[in-house]
């Protein structure tokens, strides 16, 4: 893939939702002057690309952090959303998400006015539908209700947004990915590091799930996030034979693989899990120090490690996915220095451990959807058909046939678990656990070590800094600061 290069250091207004209703123009080009072609549209577009990869890389905490998944690793300080201690003064801001937000209103308000509407801008703007969508899809699972913003923010006499209910927010999703369905030149892809016909399939599948387990939908909702995902599948992407290379950074865009965010050394790497890798100074005694995926310097830390609660996961001994996923370092003795990530493995280019983690960052791929597909038949009560769909990852991972109890309630646990040892470090488990939770299949409570006894709403708080910008916001349920 070309490097992606932003524009948005010099074209329009780069606006965070802190000064939503502090506007000022930052450049000195001009809507009317900007949007006037093609390359104006597709340039843009690569700019929101870079920006949904900067934030994607830097929340992965809104995602992971909160769930089990992680304990405390040889350095660093975890935070206060792993400690399950949360207020208005430490919260996340979701500044970076509305910002993403003005770009994709920009690109769905002016691309259609560029001449000529070419194929390749019909597919910027589907593009800017779904990632907007997307964009909304990840507040909902972290504050909950949440501001509609559909325009960009253009001058500073726009009115104070209000909380949406979630329902609401979810509706508007829900019509932004069937828009963009409508819009994309092509049902297949182009790129797997853009958006295309098949993620915004993805997106709808997994959108629908969350509908009707958090948001009290229907049984509609399974039948059409069935549908949705089947749609991906029939898209040419396939399942690998080996887990391990779906990971590989010499298999990029590889047949899994749905939509992932570019990372290479040249132009960007420090994938988020780097977060549990080694540094060299700590496993130079371990006696598989050739197997961890360490660096030198400054571009590893281990600032969590592998949870008990993922490392025991892998009920069976042939689970290939566990040496694939995490790796402990052994010292002369049989001594336990530490446990590390090893999914995402990054790159030795000079063979002296100095790894760059330019592994891309992938939002989904082919195991997921058949996943969503176990997941709706199981809430469906269609319980054979589940596990037929379920036995597909187990397949692959050489973890034998499923033998459980068949029940709705121990299926659905049982997809909950395989989500996990399929999906661990890909920013899938905090909203699983609450997806799963209101869905009646775990209490969460019980699941997160540091929610056992704890009372603490499961959707963040906003910042009151935010707040105090814009009094028309209520804080999030279940906080009284």
């Not at 002016?110 to 593009?127: D, F, H, I, L, Q």
Request: hydrophobic content about 40%; some cysteine.
């Amino acid at each position: 893939m070309k490097k992606i290069i932003t524009i948005f250091s010099i074209v329009l207004l780069s606006v965070g939702c802190n000064e939503l209703l502090d506007v000022k123009v930052t450049s000195y080009i001009t809507n009317d002057s900007y949007w006037q072609g093609e390359g104006d549209v597709t340039g843009y577009m690569n700019g929101i690309y870079v920006d949904l990869r900067d934030q994607m890389n830097a929340t992965y905490g809104h995602r992971e952090e909160r769930s089990d998944a992680f304990v405390a690793g040889l350095e660093g300080s975890v935070s206060n959303a792993w400690a399950q201690n949360l207020t208005d003064a430490n919260a996340p801001s979701w500044g970076s998400y509305y910002t993403l937000n003005h770009h994709c209103n920009l690109v769905i308000k002016y691309g259609p006015t560029t001449e000529p509407n070419t194929a390749n801008v019909k597919r910027a703007v589907a593009s800017a539908y779904v990632l907007r969508a997307y964009n909304y899809f990840m507040l909902i699972r972290i504050w909950g209700d949440v501001p509609i913003v559909l325009e960009p923010t253009e001058s500073n006499s726009i009115p104070l947004p209000v909380r949406a209910p979630a329902a609401d927010v979810m509706t508007q999703i829900l019509n932004d990915i069937e828009e963009a369905i409508k819009l994309f030149p092509e049902n297949g892809y182009v790129d797997k590091n853009t958006v295309s016909k098949p993620v915004a399939y993805a997106l709808k599948a997994d959108a629908l799930l969350w509908k009707n387990k958090v948001l009290g939908g229907t049984n509609q909702d399974l039948l059409d996030a069935i549908d949705a995902a089947d749609q991906v599948l029939a898209s040419g992407v396939n399942l690998l034979p080996n887990f391990a290379d779906v990971f590989s950074v010499d298999n990029k865009k590889n047949e899994e693989i749905i939509f992932a965010l570019y990372f290479g050394r040249e132009e960007k790497s420090d994938h988020y899990g780097s977060r549990l890798k080694p540094r060299d100074i700590f496993v130079n005694t371990a006696q598989n120090k050739n197997n961890l995926a360490y660096a030198v310097q400054t571009r590893a830390r281990s600032v969590y490690a592998p949870s008990d609660a993922i490392k025991n996961i892998y009920t069976s001994a042939n689970d290939v996915r566990k040496a694939a996923s995490v790796i402990t370092a052994i010292d002369a003795s049989s001594n336990v220095i530490g446990s590390f990530d090893n999914k995402f493995r990054g790159k030795d280019y000079d063979g002296a451990g100095d790894r760059y983690y330019e592994d891309d960052l992938i939002i989904y791929r082919a195991a997921e959807m058949i996943l969503f597909k176990a997941e709706a038949l199981a809430a469906l009560d269609r319980i054979p058909e589940a596990i037929v769909e379920l036995q597909k990852i187990r397949d692959r991972a050489h973890s034998g046939t499923y033998t459980g109890a068949t029940d709705k309630r121990s299926v659905e646990r049982e997809i909950l678990d395989e989500r996990f040892r399929e999906l661990w470090l890909e920013q899938r488990r905090w909203p699983d656990l609450v997806r799963f939770h209101y869905g009646n299949t775990i209490n969460v409570y019980n699941e997160v070590p540091n929610l056992v006894g704890k009372t603490i709403p499961l959707f963040y708080p906003i910042l009151q800094t935010e707040i105090n910008l814009n009094p028309n916001l209520d804080q999030t349920t279940g906080y009284n600061f």
